[in-house]
């Protein structure tokens, strides 16, 4: 399974910027999918997660009402798009995937089985 992030960028604060995962090797509609960020001297942190049928999502606190995650099972992409982006939000974002269609969305990064490379999000005040 492979995952491979992209849309990362520069943005001013306030702006938006969206961020896609496509996945390769998978049978994606079974997987848990989610965005995890890591700013620099600091742990990896969930983001969001949406289940394996798209009809659950669940975000970090930090974010809420800020980002949405969604996800087109005919691309095999996971997306999310971020609004209202803050200089705190500048990190390099991770897709993760958990296989199987498991109940409830993890945000704990240890839970997911397949990482992607990461792409770099900055946010300029």
């Known amino acids: 399974v492979q995952l491979q992030a992209s849309g990362g960028g520069l943005v001013q604060a306030g702006g938006s910027l969206s961020l896609s995962c496509a996945a390769f090797g998978c049978t994606f509609s079974s997987y848990t999918m989610a965005w995890f960020r890591q700013a620099p001297g600091k742990e990896r942190e969930f983001v969001a997660g949406?289940?394996?049928?798209?009809?659950?999502?669940y975000y970090a606190d930090s974010v809420k009402g800020r980002v949405t995650i969604s996800r087109d099972n005919a691309k095999n992409t996971v997306y999310l798009q971020m609004g209202s982006l803050k200089p705190e939000d500048t990190a390099v974002y991770y897709c993760?995937?958990?296989?199987?269609?498991?109940?409830?969305?993890?945000?704990?990064?240890?839970?997911?089985?397949?990482w992607g490379q990461g792409t770099q999000v900055t946010v300029s005040s």
């Open positions: 993760a995937a958990q296989r199987g269609r498991i109940s409830g969305i993890s945000s704990y990064n240890y839970h997911y089985d397949y």
């Open positions: 949406m289940d394996w049928s798209g009809g659950r999502t």
